[in-house]
């Protein structure tokens, strides 16, 4: 079970795909965004990786990819520098006492 304090972003879709619900804790109580669309639809994700308990985790980017309806099946990802784990865990020898 997800913890709705986390900070995470809970996000609920109709069947019909058109209406879309974010709920989140906003430090002092609950907030719902709410968006309807007049037409078309909001293109999910594949789902089948999904476990049915905990939903489908996506990233912050990918739900603004999805509020601006762009299909992420056809979204290519460009390479990018990424600092390894390793390096990340290994102390600097710069430090000073």
């Known amino acids: ?3 709705p304090l986390s900070g995470h972003l809970f996000v609920f879709i109709n069947r019909r795909r058109d209406r879309l619900k974010v709920l989140y804790w906003g430090g002092v109580g609950y ?3 709410y968006q309807q ?3 078309g639809s909001y293109q999910l ?3 089948q990786a999904a476990d049915d308990e905990a939903g489908l ?3 912050a980017g990918q739900l603004s ?3 601006e309806g762009i299909d992420l099946s056809s979204v290519r990802h460009r390479k990018r520098f990424q600092v390894s784990d390793q390096h990340r865990d290994t102390p600097s020898s710069s430090r000073r006492s």
């Open 1 to 3: 079970m997800q913890d």
């Open 31 to 33: 907030c719902i965004w």
């Open 37 to 39: 669309l007049e037409e």
């Open 45 to 47: 994700p594949d789902a």
């Open 57 to 59: 985790e996506i990233t």
């Open 65 to 67: 990819l999805i509020l």
